[in-house]
């Protein structure tokens, strides 16, 4: 979601692939079926190999590629009865077309097979075949390569084999991938600053004074609480227990030495003070969220160490406090939907967001590709929408996407939250003040929940229950309009005509306020996406055309949008709930001259409609301006700086996306949100932006700047698919979200183009990646469990005849060798130049042990 594919795609026919049929069922094996089978070559001996043949190819871009497919078995691979699905661009085409072996056939998203054709012979045991393939784009990681290759016999198509697939890095050299040596010339900036010298509390306060005075902590320290800040006690309290093995008293009053939380009237709704002295730990604040942000910040002023193993006691630099956030919407977007995380993994992360003060939390549980969250009354929503596997039908589950395999109910492709576990959540975020925001996303992306109430339709309609059945149907039967979405689905889109539609929305807006109500947790807002709903959608509907003849405020296809999202605004506003979704939900068409292009819409600014914009690129440069500018309020979610599951850099062995360019730590950190144009240096492709991209781009007016409500970091999940990515990709960036949302604005902002402002700025980096470095990644080693953070790799180049290198982040512990063995945490220290000849190998480490990938250099 929220991307342009590198390549347009041809439109094909809107089908609806027999939704009213039941799934074809597996037929008793005949004697000559069983036969067969016995001759059958099992789909475990045939192996894979893809790789790069040429990138750049003709010229374009475009890569040639081959596919090798080697049968290591004892029985042949016959020249027909066969498939193989995979997933891939749909642009992944034979090169020699039709005269080539196979031929390949999108079937929806990035889900494709592979037939044999008439020239394909066979395949004998232990012989091979290489096929080439011409897809778009270039390859500058292995997500770009196909992925997941299952088979299927034709004698039972409801069975899938996975084959084992190997991509094989490419040893070209068309692309500009960053090198050590850029990596080198980056990290030059950064000091290794003095721990006793860092700032230790993590964002960085208003004000923080250390007064050299310390605390000394042990478990017999109570922690004396007024009744309004009981439960933020407490959590403090669970915390000191995993240092000190013993949980702490919380108590409602006492004397002598105590950590304090005093409720005081006339501080900001999360504002805190905190006192440190050798007597008392005294946290002050109005409202309990600014004494649970007090008692996170005191969290992070202990030292990273205090959680690597049990502690007797612990000391607490002396300090005075006074803080409060730059804004009140920080917040992080987690996606469930393309790839599921359990439980589990998301109450880890809530945690992750309370040490770092982050607030909001986007709960992206719906898209094409599945449907997270239980629904009473609905329960294909979970039953198909939240499961995935090989399907002739999807009746009963959905297809494969982004990998997940032809094997039903096998994370991360399936599963989703129960009732009971989202009023957990829910719970689990109100305890530590974080708002949850769902996200229903509609009218586009909606595939799961279509597909879901298509097969509650066939099932009830089986039934004879044909008024139950057409109840929350989201498609127009009648429907034959033709369009395909960014993601390449032509079925994905609810018909806004339709009252079916909006008792669905009511039908599932109304179940999610009682799982609110019931964890006393607090919704202002639901989320209801609004983006990239594709040309040509709508335009063949019965139900539209009768709409657009009956309602005299719709009078084409564009008069759709307005009249959707004003139903819903109306419908939240009964329930005392405001919009919030994408960029597209505020944005009208103009037709000038012939061409299209957007503009913010008056008419729902005011209905306190809030807008997610991430679209800051091409000309769009200026579009959260000018919808803040228009009276919208601004979540600030530009891709440029904020979406954490770009690649950090342009390297091949980094994954992740790179159609918004690459984002390392320094995006976030480095981001101006009342002037962020000057914030962005490098173009998508990591090249500098030339200044004239900015001519004429509108700029925040002074008087908008209220609607700016804050900041937002996206992860989306399609090459999500274990806890350890999750991790991996959002950390450690999301702390430069953490700092930019919550630290006061910074000296460098101002005018980051003079020289006193560049050395600010370079102070200000320094600082931070010594922070990261030295204390908040070494205290996440071990936080809720460890987080599993990307460690970043070596920068070195050769200079006079000896290898030199240096990091990211001070801190950690560069290791190398010399004799072609990787480096481990046994490893020679790196210390100096190395001025050893031949293969050396350099690795970066963290304290708990964990490593970088290796960085190769030859010193001749």
Known sequence: MKYVLATLVTVLTFFFAGSCQSQTKKQPQTQNQKKTDAQQLDAKDLRLTWEVVEEKYQGKNQTLSALTIKNNGKKALPAQGWTLYFHGSPSFKPKAGEG?????????????????????????????????????????????????????????????????????????????????????????????????????????????????QIFTLTQTVPVVADKAFQREADLLASHLGTIFGQKPAVKATGTGKAIKLQQRAGMGPEAYELTVTPQEVVISATTPAGAFYGTQSLKTLLPPSALAKRQNSVHVPGVQVKDNPRFGHRAYMMDVARNFQEKKQVLKVLDLMALYKINVFHFHFSDDEGWRLEIPGLPELTQVGGRRGHTLDENEFLAPAYGSGPEVDKLSGSGFYTRADFVEILKYARDRHIKVIPEIETPGHARAAVKAMDARYARLLKEGKKTEAEQYLLRDPQDKSVYRSVQNFNDNVMNVALPSTYNFLEKVTDELLSMYKEAGAPIETIHFGGDEVPAGVWERSPAVQELIASNSKVNNIDDLWYYYFGKVIDMLKQRNLYLSGWEEVGLTKVRKNGRLSYVANPDFVKDNVHVDIWNNRGENIDLPYRMANAGYKVVLTNVSHFYMDLAYQKSYDELGHNWGGYLDVDKPFSFIPFDYMKSMRVNENNDPISPSVFANKEQLKPEARANIVGLQAPLWSEMVKTPERLEYMLLPKLLGLAERAWAPDPAWATDPESAQSKAAYAQAWSEFTNVLGKRELPRLSHYAGGFKYRIPTVGTKVENGKVVANIQLPGFTVRYTTDGSEPTSKSKVYSGPISEKGTVKLKVFDAAGRGSRVTTVQNK
Not at 132 to 158: C, H, M
């Open 100 to 212: 080539a072996p196979v031929k390949t056939e999108h079937i929806s998203g990035d889900y494709l097979k592979m037939v044999p054709t008439a020239n394909f012979k066979g395949l004998a045991a232990g012989a091979s075949q290489s096929i080439e393939f011409v897809s778009a784009g270039l390859v500058i990681n292995p997500f770009r390569a196909p992925q997941d290759f299952y088979l299927v016999w034709d004698q039972d198509k409801t069975k899938g084999y996975p084959i084992a697939l190997e991509v094989q890095r490419p040893n070209h050299t068309k692309i500009d991938w960053l090198t050590p040596q850029d990596i080198y010339s980056q990290n030059q900036v950064i000091k290794d600053i003095p721990a006793e010298k860092l700032t230790k509390i993590f964002p960085t306060p208003a004000e923080y004074q250390e007064t050299g």
